[in-house]
């Protein structure tokens, strides 16, 4: 089973950049898909980007299409999440996760193994 610590997160000023990692722990990460979440207090996990196996197909949430990117890197077993333009309503604890079943790259419950989350807070 994949084990995965995320890292990256902060307090920054709106308008800011951050990279988020998420590194991974055992064999099998290379053949997951993998997805970037976050949970602002009081809100339910919600999706922010996905890459898949290949690399070759990435996924966003609307709100930060052009200014988020998400990576991989196979030989690291880590996958990134390079942040820009970072707005106060960013501001949430970032989890990633690895997608397990199929369907919807946007489903929280599709996914598992999910880190211990990394705060970003985005002050305006």
């Known amino acids: 089973q994949v084990q995965l610590v995320e890292s990256g997160g902060g307090l920054v000023q709106a308008g800011d950049s951050l990279r988020l990692s998420c590194a991974a722990s055992?064999?099998?990460?290379?053949?997951?898909?993998m997805g970037w979440f976050r949970q602002a207090p009081g809100k339910e996990r919600a999706f922010v980007a996905a890459?898949?196996?290949?690399?070759?197909?990435?996924y966003y949430e609307d709100s930060v299409k052009g200014r988020f990117t998400i990576s991989r890197d196979n030989a690291k077993n880590t996958v990134y999440l390079q942040m820009n333009s970072l707005k106060p309503e960013d501001t949430a604890v970032y989890y990633c996760?690895?997608?397990?079943?199929?369907?919807?790259?946007?489903?929280?419950?599709?996914?598992?193994?999910w880190g211990q989350g990394t705060q970003v807070t985005v002050s305006s």
């Open positions: 055992g064999r099998t990460f290379s053949s997951n898909h």
């Open positions: 996760g690895t997608k397990i079943r199929d369907g919807d790259f946007s489903i929280p419950y599709l996914y598992a193994s």
């Open positions: 890459i898949a196996v290949s690399a070759g197909t990435t």
